[in-house]
């Protein structure tokens, strides 16, 4: 059993930077890939940036040159920093741990991000 918090949600003006945490009690987390998505309102939830349990790193095209995604596995945390932040980015924010194809699938409760024009 994993439990996920997000935490670094806000408001920030366009061009700002924000650092999203994803915190997880449970054992052994560095077994699990982790993933962050996210939900604009009327809009299905979608794959943000993901760090695969080896380390290995894949980013929605929209973010790719703005966002890093990066963890630490001996303070059980998972890093989002974005940069360059636009209105389009407005959404919550959700971490996901996952292993074994999803057989065991995990979701924090979100955390808001909102840029400002």
């Known amino acids: 059993q994993v439990e996920l918090v997000e935490s670094g949600g806000g408001l920030v003006q366009e061009g700002g930077s924000l650092r999203l945490s994803c915190a997880a009690s449970?054992?052994?987390?560095?077994?699990?890939?982790v993933g962050w998505y996210r939900q604009a309102p009327g809009k299905q939830r979608d794959l943000v940036a993901l760090?695969?349990?080896?380390?290995?790193?894949r980013y929605a095209d929209s973010v790719k040159g703005r966002f890093t995604i990066s963890r630490d596995n001996a303070k059980n945390t998972v890093l989002l920093q974005m940069n360059i932040l636009k209105p389009e980015d407005t959404a919550v924010y959700y971490c996901?741990?996952?292993?074994?194809?999803?057989?065991?699938?995990?979701w924090g409760q979100g955390t808001q991000v909102t840029v400002s024009s």
């Open positions: 996901n741990a996952n292993r074994l194809a999803r057989v065991y699938n995990y």
């Open positions: 760090i695969s349990s080896s380390g290995s790193t």
């Open positions: 449970g054992s052994r987390f560095s077994i699990y890939d």
